[in-house]
């Protein structure tokens, strides 16, 4: 029995909703219980996050490999191309296009779940080099993370290991580390305590690709045959989806 990509893409798409709703709910529920203390509702939202990606991508690793992040399933088939291992081009597009919009889903998902309107784009301006800079950090480190646990035959630790440094990247980045294009499209969506204004979303995004190319370098020095591995990320899928990717 092998596992459809049809599956592999409602699981991407189920996963970044589920992510995006918890990133906007509970900053929704931290501004309502901590209102005035921004320590506290960052604490409360990063802690939620957090939590929430470990859990998810428990849930749906074993389906798609939970990469939830157009960054980390491009550096799959970017690395994956020379041992023949990781996304196929279909494949990629097919996972970006169900991340981006299972995040604006989940944005939608959360607005309505506390009331507000089901689509409220953002006005929060969240932009310069500093932020911009955090965004790079934020994302090659994601991926340096992700492929060398893969690399190492340790991608089983992924889940508490990605939950706690996103968790971690909230506070020791300036840009509160987004770090995933499909979240930052769909955090702008919503005018709440997560939010990004949508003239804001182009900045991030190019750091996030800047990201990915430094992430992927750093890779091609300390892991040099890191692509052989890609076929583990972030979590190894139903083994038999191997042969369903290269049939």
Known sequence: MTIALWRRLLAEFTGTALLVTAVVGSGIMAADL??????????????????????????????????????VSAADWLLGRRSGTGLSPRELAG??????????????????????????????????????LGEVVATAGLVLLIF???????????????????????????STSFANPAVTVGRAFTDTFAGIAPGSVPGFVVAQVVGLAVGVGLLAALYPDAGAAADQVVVPADDQATVSRRS
């Open 34 to 71: 901590s209102p005035g203390d921004v320590g506290l509702q960052l604490l409360q939202n990063s802690i939620a996050t957090a939590f929430a990606l470990g859990v998810l991508i428990l849930m749906f690793g074993p389906v798609s490999g939970a990469h939830f992040n157009p960054v």
């Open 95 to 132: 996972y970006v296009a169900a991340q981006v919009t299972g995040a604006v889903a989940g944005s939608v998902l959360a607005n309505l779940m506390f009331d507000l309107s089901a689509v409220s784009f953002s006005g929060r301006v969240r932009g310069g080099g500093n932020l911009w």
């Open 148 to 174: 060398a646990l893969a690399r190492s035959g340790r991608a089983v630790v992924a889940p508490a290991a990605v939950g706690a440094y996103i968790g971690a990247a909230y506070w020791f980045t300036s």
